[in-house]
C-alpha cells in the first residue's frame, strides 16, 4: 500500500496520557513525549495533501507537512531548524495551542479519520533535538551595534527577541517578574505547560546572546523615557492584564477571587518563590465554583480539583458547544472529576449569612440561559429564562470572565496611541510599529486576550520589521 494510505492503517494516537488518580496527585503534563518510531510513524499518517490547510489555519504558517516528512526520515536537527524558521517557540505552541481550533482543525484527516496528532509532533522534535543537544545557530550572525528595548517576557516579547539577535541586533529584554514567560510562566498550569521547558527555552535564548532584566518594572524601575533615549527602538510585549469581574454584587466577599491572582499565587507556590500558605490556595474540602468557560476556567477548575477541593463546578453562561476555549481542555476538566452547569448566568454572589454584609461567601445566585438568534459575529446570545433562579452553595468562587489590556500611562505620554479600549493602536506605518515610529509593540496588549501562537506571531514579525527599520 502506498504511504499516502498510511493512516488507512495506523490510527490517530496521541503520546500517552497520565491516568486521572496520577494527574490528580501531583502538577505533572498529563500527555508524554512521542519514542522516535511513534513520532516517525504519527508523521506517516500525514497526507501530504497539496494544499496544506493545517498550514494556513496555523497563525504562524508553519511548514508542518514539511518537517513531518524530516521526522519520517529521522532528520531531527533539520526538523529543529525548520520548525524555528516559522516559531521562535515551537515546543511552547505544539504544547498549548488549540490544535482542535486550528492546524488539526483543519487537517484533511480531521474527517472521520482522525488528524495528524501535529502539535505532539512540534513539541516532539524540539524537546529531542534540544536534548541531543541541538541549537539555533548563529555562527554567520555579525553584530549590528543596534541595540532594542522589549518590555515583557512574555511569549511576544521573547518572539521579538529570537529575531532581533538572529539578525545582530542586541536584545534587552525587561520584566517585571521574576523569572521569563509571562503567561507561560505564572498563568498557565504545569499540568498543561512545565516551567523546565521554559528554563530550557531562557538558557537557549542567553545562548543565542538575549539579555535578561528580571524584576524590573519599566514606569517604577526604569523611567520609559530612559529607553526611549538609550536604545534605537523599544517593543512593548506588555500583555493584557485588567481583570474583568462582571461587576456581580458580592464580589467583595470573602473566599472572591479573580482568575489570575490565584493562578499566580499557584504558580510562584510552585517555582518555590512565592507564600506555601497562601490562605487563596487553601482549598482543601471546600466548595468551589468558577464562573467563566475560556481557557482560564478550564485552568482554574483544574488547578482547584489538584489542590484538594471537595466539589468543583464550572457554570458557564452558553452551551458547551459555544464555549471558547479548546475542547480538549473541556475533556480533561471533566476527566478530572469537574462538573459542568451549562446555560448558566450568574445574578449575584452571596454572603454566607442572609444578613449580608463583609463576610464569607456562601452561594452564587444564578439564572437558566437559552441560545436566542445569532448576532453579526454569527455568535448567538444568551438570554435568561424567566423564573429559573437558583442556588449553587460555594465556599470558594473564582471569576474567569477574561482580561483586557491596561496599557501603561507611558505610552500614551510618548506619542502612542491607544483604541477606546486600551489596546495599542497600530499606526500605518511598517507592521507593528505604533503611533510613535521608535515604539513597536505586539501581542495581548494590541489584540486583547488572545492565544500564545498569536503573541508569537505579532514578536516574531515586530522584530523583522525593526530589523528593517534599522538595517536600511
Ligand atoms: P504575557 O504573556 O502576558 O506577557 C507580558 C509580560 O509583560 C509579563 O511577563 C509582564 O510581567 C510583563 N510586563 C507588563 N508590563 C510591564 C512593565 N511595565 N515592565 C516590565 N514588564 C512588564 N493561550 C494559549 O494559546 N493556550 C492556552 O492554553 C492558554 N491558556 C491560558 C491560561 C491563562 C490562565 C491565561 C490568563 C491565558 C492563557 N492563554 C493561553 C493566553 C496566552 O497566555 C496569552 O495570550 C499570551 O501569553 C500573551 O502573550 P504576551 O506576550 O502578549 O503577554
Ligand atoms: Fe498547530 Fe500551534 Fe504548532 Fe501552528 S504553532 S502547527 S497551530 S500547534
New binding site residues.
Given amino acids: 500500500m502506498s504511504k499516502h494510505f498510511q493512516f488507512l492503517d495506523l490510527p490517530r494516537k496521541m503520546p500517552r496520557e497520565l491516568p486521572v488518580a496520577v494527574r490528580l496527585a501531583g502538577w505533572q503534563e498529563i500527555y508524554g513525549q512521542f519514542e522516535q518510531t511513534g513520532a516517525a510513524e504519527q508523521s506517516a499518517r500525514c497526507l501530504d495533501c497539496g494544499n496544506p490547510y493545517c498550514e494556513w489555519k496555523c497563525p504562524v504558517h508553519n511548514y508542518i507537512p514539511n518537517w513531518l516528512k524530516l521526522v519520517q526520515e529521522g532528520r531531527l536537527f533539520e526538523a529543529a531548524t525548520l520548525a524555528h524558521e516559522t516559531n521562535p517557540l515551537p515546543e511552547v505552541?505544539g504544547r498549548?495551542?488549540?490544535q482542535d481550533r486550528l492546524c488539526e482543525g483543519d487537517c484533511t484527516l480531521n474527517d472521520g479519520f482522525g488528524a495528524v496528532t501535529i502539535g505532539a509532533v512540534e513539541k516532539y522534535i524540539v524537546d529531542e533535538a534540544f536534548r541531543a543537544g541541538w541549537r539555533p545557530d548563529l555562527s554567520a550572525v555579525k553584530k549590528t551595534g543596534k541595540r532594542v528595548a522589549i518590555?515583557?517576557?512574555?511569549?511576544?516579547?521573547?518572539?521579538c527577541a529570537d529575531r532581533l539577535v538572529r539578525r545582530g541586533i542586541e536584545a534587552h529584554v525587561?520584566?517585571?517578574?521574576e523569572e521569563?514567560?509571562?503567561?507561560?510562566?505564572?498563568?498557565?498550569?504545569p499540568f498543561?505547560?512545565e516551567k523546565e521547558v521554559i528554563a530550557t527555552r531562557r538558557q537557549v535564548l542567553e545562548s543565542m546572546g538575549v539579555l535578561f532584566h528580571l524584576n524590573?518594572?519599566?514606569?517604577?524601575?526604569i523611567a520609559?523615557a530612559d529607553l526611549q533615549r538609550d536604545y534605537d527602538a523599544v517593543f512593548?510585549?506588555?500583555?493584557?492584564?485588567t481583570s474583568l469581574d462582571g461587576g456581580l454584587t458580592g464580589r467583595d466577599l470573602q473566599g472572591v477571587t479573580l482568575?489570575?491572582p490565584f493562578?499566580i499565587a499557584n504558580a510562584r507556590r510552585l517555582l518555590g518563590s512565592g507564600d506555601a500558605n497562601d490562605p487563596l490556595l487553601d482549598l482543601k474540602g471546600k466548595r468551589v465554583v468558577v464562573l467563566g468557560g475560556?481557557?482560564?476556567a478550564?485552568?482554574?477548575v483544574r488547578t482547584s480539583v489538584r489542590l484538594g477541593a471537595a466539589s468543583v463546578t464550572c457554570a458557564y453562561r452558553r452551551d458547551e458547544a459555544n464555549m471558547p476555549?479548546?475542547r480538549r481542555?473541556v475533556k480533561n476538566a471533566k476527566d478530572e472529576g469537574v462538573e459542568f452547569l451549562f446555560n448558566r448566568q450568574p445574578l449575584s454572589i452571596r454572603p454566607r449569612n442572609s444578613n449580608g454584609g463583609s463576610g464569607q461567601v456562601g452561594a452564587v445566585s444564578v439564572v437558566e440561559t437559552r441560545l436566542g438568534a445569532p448576532d453579526a459575529n454569527g455568535r448567538q446570545a444568551a438570554e435568561t429564562v424567566p423564573g429559573s433562579e437558583s442556588e449553587l452553595a460555594a465556599d470558594i468562587v473564582i471569576l474567569?470572565f477574561g482580561?483586557r489590556p491596561s496599557p501603561?500611562s507611558?505610552l500614551a505620554e510618548h506619542g502612542v496611541a491607544l483604541e477606546s479600549d486600551g489596546r495599542i493602536k497600530l499606526g500605518p506605518g511598517l507592521p507593528y510599529q505604533t503611533s510613535n515610529p521608535k515604539i513597536f509593540a505586539?501581542?495581548?496588549?494590541?489584540?486583547g486576550?488572545?492565544?500564545?501562537?498569536?503573541?508569537?506571531h505579532?514578536?516574531r514579525e515586530a522584530g523583522n520589521a525593526i530589523a528593517r527599520m534599522l538595517l536600511r
Fill in positions: 505552541c498549548v495551542c488549540p518590555i515583557g517576557a512574555g511569549p511576544a516579547g521573547l518572539s525587561f520584566d517585571r517578574y521569563i514567560g509571562g503567561l507561560l510562566t505564572f498563568g498557565i498550569p498543561k505547560l524590573t518594572e519599566i514606569g517604577r524601575d520609559f512593548a510585549g506588555t500583555g493584557a492584564y482568575a489570575l493562578l475560556g481557557d482560564t478550564m485552568d482554574c476555549g479548546s481542555e474567569a482580561f501603561a507611558w505586539g501581542g495581548d496588549n494590541v489584540r486576550a488572545d492565544l500564545v501562537v498569536t503573541a508569537v505579532d514578536g
